[in-house]
């Protein structure tokens, strides 16, 4: 697949697992969109999904576990230029950074986030995450999983997030005009995309999956927020894929800008003498 | 002339209304103010009150001893009483007949004469108003400060504040037979007033600092309040976290951005910021990270001073790592320090840490010729040969520096250990490279340091660090005074320690340190890193910084014990 | 208002705060449901509304701030036999504490969550809050709050919380009846209380909220999820009180002690000697 | 006889289960096993490998040389071949011809081999069953070690796994002159194989831990499955926390309510904790927090051992509060260790730290008579005159504490500064009282701690703490054996440091402080608490523990330049 993103990097990921989907969709997404490495910034924290921005060609922040979100952020404000996109595994963004998820849907800020749900902790070796079923059984858990999965989808719903969606990494044709469509997308957009670990979650497989999806058809409105909440409640027999919620509002990087009526902070350069004469004149 | 004015009352009395009146008048008056807050962990009630200390030449230190305590309340009057010098002057309805064994007893009621002008809430500027008849000044400076800051209150608020003024004046005048001030300077329009907050937030404008986010926590929160009072003017991008944790791991996005980014809070949240901390470091992202200290352990007293983080922001972050650890003396030296924290972190590619406190943070230093001595270094960020290595393995341990989006280089930073390009890696002989690259800045780091201010004496040396420059200072020339040859040594960079301490320790007379701690933390570190004992050790904790005669005292009882 | 709950402690509220009132409502409620001072924890963080526990006479927990319900949680685990309330500020529960809220509504531990919502930072001097309207003026935030408020309620019915409330404080006979409610509620319970800053916040006053507020009446259904929902977004002009959601299920003390088939913890006693020999057994 | 076996492969291929397997069945044959695990930070790929030393005696130690080196891909062959003995064995499709310079070179295909039992997945095992042929063990304790772990798997899968273990054995039998264990014990049912982790855990359950909650981090995650396995037969509540906030914070709320508490976590994670810490000194509600060490700074080398950690945790929270430090040096003292932080947690009401390391975490350790000597305290909640005071300003510092809901004690606490009743003061003095009253428990706490581990030498004192004690303890009889007088002083408890330890290290021969750090931590410590300096420092950084050989010439380094 020859590609302006290919790394050299070795890939440390399970055969089988459903990284690759997602690695593949990504790479697929950034070249048609026409993109070039320099102008892409990859953020993620810590965990197995967390390794991926290592296997593309582009600027990387691979930071601590949880906290992609807030870097990612400031990525973008202090540069809207760069293709700002966070992305990290399940645990990472929901469990330990579940704090900063929330609060980036208050901002808006105009970032995508990839979460690669495979509904468990897979560097840690197994554990339940916050999306793992009730019941899920392992070693941390042996008499399973006792708290009800989180719905990342209605809780971004509920506070009004601005674009989201789930894909499926085994679907990796969709999944890129998913994961386009959230990075053309002026606003905070979330992608949850079901991965199956094929090491350490024998119960979500590529099969459970599989048997499960469906797209959401034309004539669903994502704008419809309550329909939204709506369907973003099922789950079970039938696991609605597609956009699901999309709703234009200002971004954070939008409305700073204009508070401090300045150029994309990076390039303006600072004056220095300027900003000491200025000062001076602060006190006096 | 010398003269120190106490002022108290409970929270919502307008207590840091009268400093702020005070102090600017006296300022614009043509004196040197240096004034301290005291108040509670709470918005209504309880006891707070503010020091105002004025006089011709400049001030660094609080005093113990009053000439004017004008009372809000009854507290303030049976909580200071004892403080008032012979001779000196308390105003307020407090007290009864038979303490009034001083000189200038005055049992005003604020409250009743505020209502006079329509409302007790004026009972704060009617004290102000005393203060300044007692004082002999006109209110010429007075009415325009209160014009000032009650503007967009409207002109009737102006008006009945200025009113208010004047009859607390005209109360006094009839028992002033000579005004304390004897030396009536013309305006002075160069003295500048600022407090440690102020300066900390300025000298992050002065460096170019285009990113500041944190959570608002006490007695840090006057820098997030100051930046964003100029973000607009500067071009700051100032954003308040969810936490601290959100805070630090922004300001490291912004800076490996390309843009000066700075975080700060008190020790509850720097906690929380330990493990961003170390991210900076091994990311090799400059930051500069400000810890405003406060009692502890935990929540502790929110509104009260402390020098109880060093040993924790030495060691902060699991693993190691070089890091600057500076603690600005005076609100001048913290514009400066700050400057210098940005330029270092950025040649280092390291955090750096500045410690102030509450003490420094709330109180207001007064400057004829305020020193920015120190220049921000503008950012070199050149070509590379490409692919770009982010962490080339270079002889002084730091790598040139790209950022991302400006240039072909691609920027990979990476938090798990990595090879040069920045890929995370497991290969363990890379890792002591990589290890040994990071710790050897430490070498250059140490030589960046500069040596502590030191004044030689010959009985005994004085050695303190931070805030309590001025009140060692000021206490090292009263024992000069009394014929004790005092000498001090003050720390501002602490971190590393630079590498002629040795030699300067090598002939010091009586080494006293003196701390806002229980423990002596910089006399553990000085023990540590000279191999020398330093058991004698004057340390407060109560909250309160050092007042001038208070250390005095100390200083004697270890002098006969030492 | 003599009362078993009369604390000694000097209130160090503002006049006029709208804590005043929660804390009648609260002692109300604890007595008109006969619990003794002994059996009730009163966990809160650091805030304002944090201080309530010291005005109540009851066991306390004065935690960290934006930490009361990790602790609160806990101290139910190991004693269920314990009346257990986790209260404290928007900021506190929200903001610094947004993750343990979030996972929390997951468990369902049998905890009443009380959050004095004044829609500002009160003890730190009146920033903006996760809950202050967008616009929002203050000294930290000159230009406006530029974020999008915090909806808590549409958060925690999106991932089915078993109760969840909104109170006003201005109203206190109907607050009582709310808390008593949620204490009896057997399960995790959430009343957002609107609780006006007389010092720190000139927007949402009293009387704001007076003109705004209005009771369901006995047609509202708070078990349909969606309708709850729907409701929840209910923000404006008309901002609904009461039970805006409720769903029985398990909760979080009856699984685990389901799993490890013990008396309550506190109360088992421990058999020093008998776990040592069993001890020594498990790798022999 | 003292034989070490080296397997190697890539994850995924099952060296974990070889080194289950391998130490396993040679403690079940009568032999004192020592094993260590080295792998990646990932699941599939890479480069992981397990040494299983084993012998007729104790075992505290890891050796570099290789008696049987069995590789499961070339990779291995290619990382350890030169650590084989001459005459030692190379085991594996590997290398070419004519690096066959071993005595034994065998390139068996170990995956061919287990195609023929059906599924190359059989490799690891198939070169078990040829190691334990080159042993000349019987596959007696082999098949039921096989039936126990694959018995949830089904019959077929043990079956064919024992198939494996006979074709791996039956292709080396020819080869085989005379078998390498020359001393043949019988089954000794009385060794007991266990790693850190495990016995971290099984310490918690002796001391009758209640309340566990935790976020899984490499190296502590064992604990977390160790506990959880036997949560239902001890009755403990196990929590996996949504992060390391949450986790402390729960312990801490458990304890309050009466449990016995604990979490665990690695640097991270505890960076995380550490403003919990101080919540849980202010409120003085016990606590035991495990940090498992691994090399930083920051995410760093996850499933690598560092002892980088000491002095953060010593520091770590703002401000000061006295808290115990333990570093057990084998899984045997982390029993007892845990036991002891558990009473002293409860006695002295302070956070305990007990610092493990992967090293520690994931070796195995094979004990004869395990010594248990520590037993729990019951704790004591007596009744207590009303209105309880949680925080009574007593002589030791610690105040009788009550549980809530236990009698009729309403129990206050308040991470704020605080009266004798729990509830916040902002009164100065009082502060004063308390904040002496929590520090002067650190005075007991001193007496309390055990003075370290020490054996007189006269040439030279290898000093350390922690999981290095083993290899400390070889490298000394080494030592002695080539006729160097070697002493050793090992600390298990580090902080306080004993009231006497001025007086032992009055006269200890040339010290030599050996650290799994950079910058030589616990020699930091002493020269700050003995004012002596510690110029001769071993330090290894790159995530491996010391070998004995390795160490043997580090010191022999030393002792030139010494
Ligand atoms: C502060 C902190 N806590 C814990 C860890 C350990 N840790 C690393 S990855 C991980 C979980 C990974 O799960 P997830 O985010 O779902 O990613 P996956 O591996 O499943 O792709 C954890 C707990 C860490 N690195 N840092
Ligand atoms: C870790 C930490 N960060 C910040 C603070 C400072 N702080 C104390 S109270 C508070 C906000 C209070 O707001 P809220 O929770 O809404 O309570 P209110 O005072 O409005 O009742 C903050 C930021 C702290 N104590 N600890
Ligand atoms: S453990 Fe699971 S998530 Fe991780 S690489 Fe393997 S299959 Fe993928
Ligand atoms: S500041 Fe606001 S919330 Fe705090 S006590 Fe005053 S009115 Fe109440
Ligand atoms: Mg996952
Ligand atoms: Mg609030």
Not at chain 1, 115 to 131: D, E, F, I, R, W
Not at chain 2, 41 to 56: A, E
Not at chain 2, 283 to 299: F, H, I, K, M, Y
Not at chain 2, 314 to 333: C, G, L, M, T, Y
């Amino acid at each position: 697949m020859g590609n302006l993103f290919d790394s050299q990097v070795e890939i440390a990921w399970c055969p089988g697992c459903g990284n690759f989907g997602i690695l593949r969709a990504l790479k697929g997404a950034l070249t048609e969109l026409g993109f070039s490495p320099e102008e892409v910034v990859l953020v993620s924290g810590i965990g197995q999904a967390a390794k991926l921005p290592h296997y593309i060609a582009a600027n990387v922040f691979n930071g601590l576990h949880g906290r992609s979100i807030p870097v990612a952020l400031a990525v973008k404000t202090v540069n809207p230029r760069l293709l700002v996109i966070a992305e990290s595994g399940d645990g990472c963004m929901y469990g330990e950074g579940g704090n900063h998820f929330l609060h980036a849907l208050r901002r808006n800020p105009d970032i995508t986030v990839i979460v690669h749900n495979n509904q468990v902790y897979g560097l840690t070796k197994g554990q339940a995450s916050p999306t793992s079923e009730e019941g899920f059984v392992s070693k941390a858990q042996p008499w399973g999983n006792l708290s009800l999965p989180l719905n990342p989808l209605s809780l971004a719903i509920s506070q009004d997030a601005s674009f989201v969606a789930r894909g499926f990494s085994g679907d990796v044709d969709k999944l890129k005009e998913i994961i386009k469509e959230a990075l053309t997308w002026r606003g905070f957009s979330l992608i949850d995309v079901l991965q199956p670990c094929v090491t350490f979650n024998r119960v979500n497989t590529f099969a459970w999956y599989k048997e499960r999806v469906y797209y959401l058809d034309d004539s669903y409105q994502p704008e419809d927020r309550i329909k939204a909440l709506e369907k973003s409640l099922e789950w079970g027999d039938k696991i609605p894929l597609g956009v699901i919620y999309q709703h234009q509002r200002p971004t954070f990087q939008d409305k700073i800008y204009s508070q401090i009526e300045e150029e994309d902070l990076i390039y303006r350069g600072v004056n220095f003498d300027d900003l000491f004469s200025r000062g001076l004149r602060l006190f006096t | 002339m010398d003269l120190n004015l106490l002022v108290g009352g409970e929270a919502g009395q307008g207590v840091q209304t009268v400093s702020g009146a005070l102090s600017t008048i006296l300022q614009r008056s043509g004196y040197f103010v240096f004034s301290i807050e005291d108040y509670q962990s709470r918005i209504r009630g309880g006891h707070s009150f503010t020091q105002v200390r004025f006089s011709t030449t400049p001030l660094r230190a609080a005093l113990k001893e009053v000439d004017i305590l004008a009372c809000l309340n009854e507290e303030t009057y049976q909580l200071h009483r004892r403080r008032v010098k012979e001779g000196g002057w308390v105003l307020g309805a407090v007290g009864n007949e038979r303490e009034a064994h001083f000189q200038h007893f005055l049992p005003l009621n604020f409250e009743k004469i505020a209502e006079g002008v329509g409302n007790k809430i004026f009972a704060n500027i009617v004290a102000v108003g005393a203060i300044l008849g007692i004082l002999g000044l006109d209110l010429e400076s007075a009415d325009s400060y209160l014009e000032e800051i009650f503007a967009r209150k409207g002109e009737e608020i102006v008006e009945k504040n200025k009113q208010a003024l004047r009859r607390g004046r005209d109360e006094v005048i009839p028992y002033v037979s000579s005004p304390l001030i004897e030396e009536t300077r013309r305006g002075n329009s160069s003295l500048l007033v600022l407090d440690g907050n102020q300066a900390l937030g300025w000298g992050a404008l002065l460096s170019g600092c285009q990113f500041y986010s944190a959570y608002p926590m006490t007695p840090s929160t006057g820098i997030l309040n100051f930046i964003s009072s100029h973000a607009k003017e500067y071009g700051v991008v100032v954003e308040q976290a969810e936490d601290e944790i959100a805070a630090i791991n922004m300001a490291i996005g912004a800076s490996y951005a390309g843009a000066r980014a700075m975080t700060a809070t008190s020790g509850g949240g720097f906690c929380l910021m330990a493990e961003g901390l170390g991210l900076a470091a091994m990311t090799e992202t400059p930051l500069v990270v400000v810890d405003a200290q406060r009692p502890g352990p935990s929540t502790g007293l929110p509104t009260r001073t402390s020098q109880g983080d060093l040993e924790f922001v030495i060691h902060a972050s699991h693993d190691e790592f070089p890091r600057f650890v500076f603690a600005p003396r005076d609100p001048q030296e913290a514009i400066n320090l700050v400057i210098r924290a940005f330029n270092l972190a950025e040649k280092y590619q390291v955090p750096v840490i500045i410690l102030s406190d509450q003490y420094l943070a709330d109180s207001k230093w007064t400057y004829e010729n305020l020193e920015v001595k120190e220049r921000p270094d503008a950012p070199q960020f050149s070509s590379f040969p490409l692919p770009y290595r982010r962490y080339l393995i270079s002889p002084s341990g730091v790598s040139p520096r790209a950022i991302p989006g400006l240039g072909k280089a691609l920027v990979v930073a990476d938090s798990d250990e990595h090879d040069e390009f920045g890929h995370l890696t497991e290969d363990l002989n890379l890792r002591v490279e990589m290890h040994k690259k990071r710790m050897r800045k430490k070498e250059t780091m140490r030589k960046e340091v500069r040596l502590p201010y030191h004044r030689e004496g010959k009985d005994l040396t004085l050695i303190g660090w931070g805030s309590t420059w001025g009140v060692i200072e000021e206490a090292g020339e009263r024992l000069k005074a009394e014929g004790i040859d005092s000498g001090i040594i003050h720390f501002s960079e602490i971190y590393p320690l630079p590498l002629q301490i040795e030699e300067l320790f090598s002939h010091v007379s009586l080494p006293v340190v003196v701390e806002n701690n229980y423990g002596g933390q910089l006399a553990n570190l000085l023990e540590r890193e000279l191999k020398l004992p330093f058991p004698f050790r004057i340390n407060s904790y109560n909250g309160r910084p050092f007042l001038v005669e208070e250390l005095l005292l100390k200083v004697k009882e270890v002098g006969k014990n030492g």
